[in-house]
């Protein structure tokens, strides 16, 4: 509410947002309503909202028990309809604050406060205000056990109430009457009261019942009062980027939920295969007592492999967290690119091999120093040798070159793979991609690893490109700066 435009329209729809719940009874937030309307209706020097609305204030603060704060507000009314002359709306926090001193129990001072209001009524005219006044004074000399004087009073009101046809008023003045009667022991008419009571209160049963069905439309008017409000508030700059920052939140959102339920999706698929392959083959191992050693080391190997399996499906799903998360640190140092290529094509000769796969490396001639993050190069260099030997059919080549382009160090990794479309390149790096070439050996694929491979040379400033096309293999090229 801090930034929304101050204008005297401002004022009226927060206090009638207040008078909402007020109705609802819910006090404190009606507060909240009111005083930010007795702010605005200040500043514009609006006196009929000023008015108003300290009335509203202090009959909320009564009904809260805060009687001092109350009084402070209905006085403050008070002034300001004397200085205006408004006697219908002095006559009206007249009420509020005669209505106070009754909480307090100083009915004298109550008497002499409707007594003044009585007077501003008849003047006016206010037959309805009348009601009021004589049901409460009458009221008031019933708990004094001023029978005579309340009898009048209450006979009063109630005539006046039939005339206008207040039916809430009506019953409450015969349940009074009734009990005037009954003091004074007029018995019939002490009865009289009670049976026509009882008739209106039926009456008023069955209506607050058909009100319970409809209490959708204060409902509704509250959420009309609100979007008035809102409506204010989104001519502010400020407050409507503040909602285009909303709306982004919520797409945020909804794609880290659909994140969330792909990582899901993919962990349960993709992990349950090789846990059933290593429970297949514990049994087999359980149920076989004297297993001939080959077999067994056979069995064991399964085992290792789908184990191994499992172990890298998990950490790719837990290395592209750790991205998103911003939980790598880059640690640079200077090393030779040769040497770490080496050492990682060593490392898949195997692999290579057992899918008839041929794996060349051609290093650049001599030392060819480099200063980066030598752990998170080695992950992207894994991850596209990786891909290269399973998306490639048998008997196939495989190269890693290190070369120079425009004082740039160039590593390029080439495969004779199916290749990429058009459409797969659109998508190659999003997460959990699915793209058109599978493995060829039955290998597994998150659908993570360019995804990986793309977010780790964004942060070591490393330039990827990729030359493709479909059936012709690819080549994934990175441009690094030297060592200098």
Same mark, same amino acid.
């Given at each position: 509410?801090?930034?929304?435009?101050?204008?005297?329209?401002?004022?009226?729809?927060?206090?009638?947002?207040?008078?909402?719940?007020t109705?609802?009874?819910?006090?404190?937030?009606?507060?909240?309503?009111?005083?930010?309307?007795?702010?605005?209706a200040?500043?514009?020097?609006?006196?009929?909202?000023?008015?108003?609305?300290?009335?509203?204030?202090?009959?909320?603060?009564?009904?809260?028990?805060?009687?001092?704060?109350?009084l402070?507000?209905?006085?403050?009314?008070?002034?300001?309809?004397?200085?205006t002359?408004?006697?219908?709306?002095?006559?009206?926090?007249?009420?509020?604050?005669?209505?106070?001193?009754?909480?307090?129990?100083?009915?004298?001072e109550?008497?002499?406060?409707?007594?003044?209001?009585?007077?501003?009524?008849?003047e006016?005219?206010d037959?309805?205000?009348?009601?009021?006044?004589?049901?409460?004074?009458?009221?008031?000399?019933?708990?004094?056990?001023?029978?005579?004087?309340?009898?009048?009073?209450?006979?009063?009101?109630?005539?006046?109430?039939?005339?206008?046809?207040?039916?809430?008023?009506?019953?409450?003045?015969?349940?009074?009457?009734?009990?005037?009667?009954?003091?004074?022991?007029?018995t019939?008419?002490?009865?009289?009261?009670?049976?026509?009571a009882?008739?209106?209160?039926?009456? $008023?049963?069955?209506?607050?019942?058909?009100?319970?069905?409809?209490?959708?439309?204060?409902?509704?008017? #509250?959420?009309?009062?609100?979007?008035?409000?809102?409506?204010?508030?989104?001519?502010?700059?400020? $407050?409507?980027?503040?909602?285009?920052?909303?709306?982004?939140?919520?797409?945020?959102?909804?794609?880290?939920?659909?994140e969330?339920?792909?990582?899901?999706?993919?962990?349960?698929?993709?992990l349950?295969n090789?846990?059933?392959?290593?429970?297949?083959?514990?049994?087999? #191992?359980?149920?076989?007592?004297?297993?001939?050693?080959?077999?067994?080391?056979?069995?064991?190997?399964?085992?290792?492999?789908?184990?191994?399996?499992?172990f890298?499906?998990?950490?790719? $799903?837990?290395?592209?967290?750790?991205i998103?998360?911003?939980?790598?640190? #880059?640690?640079?140092?200077?090393?030779?690119?040769?040497?770490?290529?080496?050492?990682?094509i060593?490392?898949?000769?195997?692999?290579?091999?057992?899918?008839?796969?041929?794996?060349?490396?051609?290093?650049?001639?001599g030392?060819?120093?480099?200063?980066?993050?030598?752990?998170?190069?080695?992950? #992207?260099?894994?991850?596209?040798?990786?891909?290269?030997?399973?998306?490639?059919p048998?008997?196939?080549?495989?190269?890693?070159?290190?070369?120079?382009?425009?004082?740039?160090?160039?590593?390029?990794?080439?495969?004779?793979?199916?290749?990429?479309?058009?459409?797969?390149?659109?998508?190659?790096?999003?997460?959990?991609?699915r793209?058109?070439?599978?493995?060829?050996?039955?290998?597994?694929?998150t659908?993570?690893?360019?995804?990986i491979?793309?977010?780790?040379?964004?942060?070591?400033?490393?330039?990827?490109?990729?030359?493709s096309?479909?059936?012709?293999?690819a080549?994934?090229?990175?441009?690094?700066?030297?060592?200098?």
């Amino acid at each position: 509410m801090k930034m929304l435009k101050r204008t005297k329209k401002t004022a009226i729809v927060l206090s009638n947002i207040g008078l909402i719940y007020t109705n609802i009874k819910d006090y404190r937030n009606a507060l909240k309503f009111y005083s930010h309307a007795l702010d605005i209706a200040e500043e514009e020097e609006d006196t009929e909202s000023l008015l108003i609305t300290n009335i509203n204030i202090g009959l909320t603060h009564s009904q809260l028990g805060n009687f001092d704060e109350a009084l402070k507000f209905l006085y403050d009314a008070i002034d300001i309809a004397s200085k205006t002359n408004d006697r219908k709306r002095a006559s009206i926090a007249l009420d509020h604050i005669a209505d106070t001193n009754i909480k307090l129990k100083k009915y004298d001072e109550a008497f002499r406060l409707y007594e003044q209001s009585r007077e501003i009524k008849q003047e006016l005219g206010d037959r309805r205000g009348l009601v009021k006044i004589f049901s409460t004074i009458g009221n008031l000399q019933l708990i004094e056990n001023n029978l005579t004087e309340s009898r009048l009073n209450l006979e009063k009101a109630l005539e006046l109430a039939s005339e206008l046809g207040i039916k809430k008023s009506i019953h409450e003045l015969h349940k009074m009457l009734s009990e005037v009667y009954e003091r004074i022991n007029n018995t019939e008419k002490a009865l009289y009261h009670l049976k026509l009571a009882y008739t209106r209160e039926m009456e $008023l049963l069955k209506e607050e019942s058909e009100l319970r069905a409809k209490n959708i439309s204060t409902q509704l008017e #509250i959420e009309q009062a609100q979007k008035e409000a809102e409506i204010q508030r989104l001519k502010n700059i400020e $407050l409507a980027q503040a909602l285009e920052d909303v709306k982004k939140l919520n797409v945020n959102l909804k794609d880290l939920n659909d994140e969330k339920n792909e990582f899901m999706a993919i962990a349960v698929h993709d992990l349950k295969n090789p846990l059933q392959n290593i429970l297949s083959t514990a049994r087999l #191992i359980k149920r076989s007592d004297d297993l001939p050693k080959i077999e067994l080391d056979e069995f064991t190997a399964n085992i290792i492999s789908q184990t191994n399996r499992m172990f890298n499906i998990i950490k790719k $799903l837990l290395d592209h967290n750790a991205i998103d998360q911003g939980e790598i640190k #880059i640690k640079n140092s200077v090393f030779d690119i040769n040497s770490l290529c080496s050492e990682l094509i060593q490392n898949f000769r195997d692999d290579a091999e057992n899918k008839k796969l041929t794996l060349q490396f051609n290093p650049y001639p001599g030392d060819m120093f480099i200063e980066t993050d030598k752990d998170i190069l080695y992950e #992207i260099l894994q991850n596209l040798v990786s891909n290269a030997i399973k998306f490639s059919p048998e008997n196939r080549e495989i190269n890693v070159n290190i070369g120079e382009s425009e004082n740039k160090i160039k590593i390029e990794v080439t495969d004779q793979g199916p290749g990429f479309s058009e459409e797969d390149k659109k998508k190659m790096f999003n997460k959990f991609a699915r793209l058109s070439a599978k493995p060829t050996g039955n290998e597994h694929s998150t659908g993570l690893g360019l995804s990986i491979v793309k977010k780790l040379c964004e942060m070591i400033d490393a330039n990827l490109k990729l030359e493709s096309n479909p059936g012709e293999g690819a080549k994934f090229i990175i441009y690094l700066t030297k060592s200098l």
